[in-house]
């Protein structure tokens, strides 16, 4: 997690039109409405300048003509202009608004598309708050780059051309003079980019880390209050929202010197017009109408760059957002179908391991030359000591993660050759730890399949004998789930979990040590919709309690990453070796319900 977040802080480039052309991509379905907004803006910007040179036709030639019909004329072509910018305006930013909740909104789908599809191994190098951070604050930012970013900012740079053209027609020395400050202006204006782009990369870094410790910290706030340490937490918090806060301090204070900057030298300039135009309009050079234009042109030519430290920092904010995003969406999937993925016909719940080697880090084997085979229909145990690999051969089972040598058959094919949604439909699996999602129990069950008949689900929860339960609740299957289902039992929760997998049908069915952390009379519930469960089912269970072992047809017995014993119960236990050690620390004091000794190691977990 550390090194995730130290890479938040060396991302490139704080403006890369790289970045600008992938996020393109996004708005070509809705290109048309975007080219009409972009062709307002010409439109609108004709109108707006067309204001000031409009009054110096007035002043000059009317005013000073008394010519009140003239006047009049000039004064409605004026209000015309106003009017035609106004609406242009309205146009333009409306439809430029449209496309971005579009095309943003489509490119938050792409992410989270993208997201299910990476390995576990990312989820266990990333935390989730970061993940949460990257689809929602930063495609946010976004968003504010097209209302105030790369579009005005091409907008007011096409401006400030036109104003200078239009000042240096109207009179050279005059522009000249006005804009005597611009050049050790625009020196200043990029030493501020620098620094800007470096404080607004400190705070899409800081943001994230404490997107990514408020994910964590709420996820485990019944440790923190069991344990006591919200003072801690709260430090801990503290220190990180002070990160976050000073680096936007450091942002503001390069924002307002620039935004003073620019204010400063506006007023210097119109001063300068004012002293050089004055004398000019004296000595009959010029009428009183072009230094009035004149004000005018040099007041919309300050504007956007008095606003230019607002847009830029708008567009620092994208570009290290956009970064981001797209070095997510470039994250490879390294998990995924092959192009001719293998379903095998007619299927047979027959799983090979054949010498599977695994590790997640290098240099230390999760399992070792392991081999084993479950035939169709066999019931196996697997158990060991904690740490001794028997989760793991789930995850390779369903391949969340890919053996680094050997092969994993289901159905008498490698499980690499097979389309990844077709293997895990025909593996169910009852983990230990049970997700539920907020919504109600029907749609925890359907998972979102629409199509599932509720006879079906109601025979699965009957089954699984949480039917008895459900019933039992005011609304049924369409009783609400709170968070992670936070309002059930435990074993409410384990029930679910097994009706839900029953739903689906699978031929082969694994259980990770579901019945581990209940009651003993939801034990027994679970024991007895096992019992029918898996009937005419191949079933690898990662054994826990005495009976899930005892009914097993073979118990393989793993320790260090390698199988040492395979056999029936009886078998084990009279070869008196690993197994019936196993067996006497743990299951024999668990048959006899003896408390544990002080200080006696738990081999079995």
Same mark, same amino acid.
């Given at each position: 997690?550390? =090194?995730?977040?130290?890479?938040?802080?060396?991302?490139?480039?704080?403006?890369?039109?790289?970045?600008?052309?992938?996020?393109?991509k996004?708005?070509?379905?809705?290109?048309?409405?975007?080219?009409l907004?972009?062709?307002?803006?010409?439109?609108?910007?004709?109108?707006?300048?067309?204001?000031?040179?409009?009054?110096?036709?007035?002043i000059?030639?009317y005013?000073?003509?008394?010519?009140?019909?003239?006047?009049?004329?000039?004064?409605?072509?004026?209000?015309?202009?106003?009017?035609?910018? %106004? *609406?242009t305006?309205?146009?333009?930013? &409306?439809?430029?608004?449209?496309?971005?909740?579009?095309?943003?909104?489509?490119?938050?789908?792409?992410?989270?598309?993208?997201?299910?599809?990476? @390995?576990?191994?990312?989820?266990?190098?990333? @935390?989730?708050?970061?993940?949460?951070?990257? +689809?929602?604050?930063?495609?946010? *930012?976004?968003?504010?780059?097209f209302?105030?970013?790369?579009?005005?900012?091409?907008?007011?740079?096409?401006m400030?051309?036109?104003?200078?053209?239009?000042?240096?027609?109207?009179?050279?020395?005059?522009?000249?003079?006005?804009?005597? /400050?611009?050049?050790?202006?625009?020196?200043?204006?990029?030493?501020?980019?620098?620094?800007?782009?470096?404080?607004?990369?400190?705070?899409?870094?800081?943001?994230?880390?404490?997107?990514?410790?408020?994910? !964590?910290?709420?996820?485990?706030?019944?440790?923190?209050?069991?344990?006591?340490?919200?003072?801690?937490?709260?430090? #801990?918090?503290?220190?990180?929202?002070?990160?976050?806060?000073?680096?936007?301090?450091l942002?503001?204070?390069?924002?307002?010197?620039?935004?003073? +900057?620019? #204010?400063?030298?506006?007023?210097?300039?119109?001063?300068l017009?004012?002293?050089?135009?004055?004398?000019? *309009?004296?000595?009959?050079?010029?009428?009183?109408?072009?230094?009035?234009a004149?004000?005018? &042109?040099?007041? =919309?030519?300050?504007?956007?760059?008095?606003?230019?430290?607002?847009?830029?920092?708008?567009?620092?904010?994208?570009?290290?957002?956009?970064?981001?995003?797209?070095?997510?969406?470039?994250t490879?999937?390294?998990?995924?179908?092959?192009?001719n993925?293998?379903v095998?016909?007619?299927? =047979?719940?027959?799983?090979?391991?054949?010498?599977v080697?695994?590790?997640?880090?290098?240099?230390?084997?999760?399992?070792?030359?392991?081999?084993? $085979?479950? #035939?169709?229909?066999?019931?196996?145990?697997?158990?060991?000591?904690?740490?001794?690999?028997?989760? %793991? %051969?789930?995850?390779?089972?369903?391949?969340?993660?890919d053996?680094?040598?050997?092969?994993?058959?289901?159905?008498?094919?490698?499980?690499?050759?097979?389309?990844?949604?077709?293997? $895990? $439909?025909?593996?169910?699996?009852?983990?230990?730890?049970?997700?539920?999602?907020?919504?109600?129990?029907?749609?925890?069950?359907?998972?979102?399949?629409?199509?599932?008949?509720?006879?079906?689900?109601?025979r699965?929860?009957?089954?699984?004998?949480?039917?008895?339960f459900?019933?039992?609740?005011p609304?049924?299957?369409?009783?609400? *789930?709170? !968070?992670?289902?936070?309002?059930?039992?435990?074993?409410?929760?384990?029930?679910?979990?097994?009706?839900?997998?029953?739903?689906?049908? @699978?031929?082969?069915?694994?259980?990770?040590?579901?019945?581990?952390s209940?009651?003993?009379?939801?034990?027994? /519930?679970?024991q007895?919709?096992? #019992?029918?469960?898996?009937?005419?089912?191949?079933?690898?269970?990662?054994?826990?309690?005495?009976?899930?072992?005892?009914n097993?047809?073979?118990?393989?017995?793993?320790?260090?990453?390698?199988?040492?014993?395979?056999?029936?119960?009886? !078998?084990?236990?009279? =070869?008196?070796?690993?197994?019936?050690?196993? &067996?006497?620390?743990?299951?024999?004091? !668990?048959?006899?319900?003896?408390?544990? @000794?002080?200080?006696?190691?738990?081999?079995?977990?």
């Amino acid at each position: 997690m550390a =090194r995730a977040l130290q890479q938040e802080e060396i991302l490139g480039k704080a403006y890369d039109f790289r970045l600008i052309q992938r996020t393109w991509k996004f708005i070509v379905p809705y290109k048309r409405v975007f080219i009409l907004a972009m062709a307002l803006l010409p439109l609108q910007q004709a109108l707006g300048l067309a204001q000031p040179y409009l009054m110096k036709i007035g002043i000059d030639q009317y005013i000073a003509g008394r010519d009140l019909v003239g006047l009049r004329n000039v004064g409605l072509l004026f209000l015309a202009a106003l009017i035609g910018e %106004t *609406v242009t305006l309205f146009f333009h930013y &409306y439809m430029t608004m449209q496309v971005a909740q579009r095309c943003l909104a489509d490119l938050r789908v792409a992410v989270f598309s993208h997201v299910q599809k990476l @390995p576990m191994s990312y989820f266990d190098r990333n @935390p989730v708050g970061r993940l949460v951070t990257r +689809m929602t604050t930063d495609v946010d *930012v976004l968003q504010e780059m097209f209302a105030a970013g790369v579009i005005t900012l091409i907008s007011d740079f096409v401006m400030v051309i036109w104003i200078l053209c239009i000042m240096l027609y109207l009179n050279v020395g005059l522009a000249l003079v006005s804009l005597a /400050l611009i050049p050790p202006m625009a020196v200043a204006i990029n030493f501020f980019r620098v620094k800007a782009r470096q404080a607004y990369r400190q705070i899409r870094e800081r943001i994230a880390r404490i997107n990514a410790y408020l994910g !964590e910290a709420i996820s485990g706030m019944a440790v923190i209050q069991l344990f006591t340490r919200e003072q801690k937490a709260y430090r #801990e918090f503290d220190d990180l929202n002070a990160s976050h806060r000073d680096a936007y301090h450091l942002s503001n204070l390069y924002e307002a010197a620039l935004y003073s +900057m620019v #204010e400063a030298a506006g007023s210097v300039s119109v001063g300068l017009l004012l002293w050089w135009g004055g004398g000019e *309009v004296l000595h009959g050079v010029i009428g009183i109408g072009t230094l009035v234009a004149f004000k005018e &042109y040099i007041h =919309r030519f300050f504007v956007p760059l008095r606003d230019f430290s607002q847009k830029y920092a708008v567009m620092q904010s994208a570009m290290a957002a956009a970064e981001r995003i797209f070095q997510l969406l470039d994250t490879p999937v390294a998990i995924e179908s092959p192009k001719n993925a293998v379903v095998p016909k007619p299927f =047979r719940g027959e799983v090979v391991f054949d010498n599977v080697w695994f590790h997640y880090r290098p240099d230390d084997p999760v399992l070792k030359g392991v081999s084993f $085979r479950i #035939e169709p229909g066999e019931k196996v145990a697997l158990v060991g000591a904690t740490g001794s690999g028997k989760t %793991t %051969t789930i995850k390779l089972l369903n391949r969340f993660y890919d053996v680094q040598k050997g092969a994993i058959q289901v159905g008498g094919v490698d499980v690499r050759e097979w389309d990844l949604q077709v293997l $895990r $439909r025909h593996i169910g699996v009852v983990l230990q730890d049970v997700f539920l999602f907020s919504g109600d129990i029907k749609a925890n069950l359907e998972l979102g399949d629409s199509s599932m008949p509720m006879e079906r689900i109601e025979r699965a929860a009957r089954v699984a004998n949480a039917e008895s339960f459900i019933c039992r609740l005011p609304d049924g299957f369409q009783s609400t *789930v709170r !968070e992670r289902g936070s309002n059930f039992s435990g074993g409410q929760r384990q029930l679910l979990s097994l009706a839900r997998v029953l739903v689906f049908e @699978p031929e082969i069915l694994v259980m990770d040590e579901a019945t581990s952390s209940v009651d003993t009379e939801t034990e027994a /519930l679970i024991q007895d919709a096992l #019992e029918k469960v898996m009937r005419d089912r191949t079933c690898l269970v990662i054994a826990h309690r005495l009976s899930t072992i005892r009914n097993a047809d073979r118990i393989i017995v793993l320790h260090h990453g390698e199988v040492r014993e395979v056999g029936s119960h009886a !078998e084990l236990m009279a =070869r008196q070796g690993l197994y019936h050690r196993l &067996y006497q620390l743990q299951y024999e004091r !668990e048959a006899l319900q003896l408390p544990p @000794p002080d200080h006696a190691p738990k081999i079995l977990g």
